[in-house]
């Protein structure tokens, strides 16, 4: 008997392997198989949904070739849509984990949190200081994220650019959670 091929939300796993590499430079897939390491063994670490966490890593980049101008930017609520859209996926912390992967937001989920993390931390970056954030989002999502955002505000202050409303919303939600606990 033929091996059922395997699927995730609904998602063949080999056709979009396929897909992934006919459309993304090979750097990108590249980059978009560390994010999926990393955020694999975050899951394992965390106890979050292994397949969930396979389909958001290998899913977050699937727009980010696509050259618009604004890219950056767009490129995670682009995906999330065709995700949803073309491969009908109705998943929303899948659907949440790609759109949200570049900037976070207020409220984001553990899944959210992995994703995010992976993308930002992956041993392909090699940025100065990213050693000691791998090491902390290892340790705590929430600390991990949030300063992760507090440096990426540092570099768009430096650069002259402005944070996105999810961010700052994102700080601000994980500053007030940190003081809870640290009050107790
Ligand atoms: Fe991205
Ligand atoms: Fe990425």
Redesign the pocket.
């Known amino acids: 008997m033929r091996e059922t091929r395997k699927r995730i939300c609904g998602v063949d796993m080999e056709a979009l392997d396929r897909c992934l590499r006919e459309r993304m430079s090979a750097h990108r897939y590249e980059?978009t198989q560390s994010?999926l390491r990393m955020a694999l063994s975050m899951a394992k670490r965390f106890g979050e949904n292994e397949d969930k966490t396979r389909l958001a890593a290998l899913f977050?980049?699937y727009c980010?070739d696509s050259g618009a101008k604004d890219n950056n930017l767009l490129h995670g609520g682009q995906a999330s849509d065709i995700l949803r859209e073309e491969y009908g996926v109705d998943d929303a912390d899948v659907l949440n984990a790609v759109r949200y992967h570049t900037t976070g937001r207020k409220g984001m989920s553990r899944l959210e949190m992995i994703v995010f993390l992976a993308?930002t931390l992956e041993p392909g970056r090699t940025y100065e200081g990213v050693e000691i954030l791998r090491d902390l989002a290892f340790k705590d999502l929430e600390t991990g994220v949030l300063r992760v955002l507090k440096e990426l505000e540092v570099y768009l202050v430096k650069n002259g650019l402005a944070m996105t409303p999810d961010s700052v919303e994102a700080i601000e939600w994980l500053e007030s959670r940190g003081k809870k606990e640290a009050n107790g």
Do not use: I, N
Request: overall charge negative.
């Open positions: 980059h994010v977050h980049d980010k993308d």
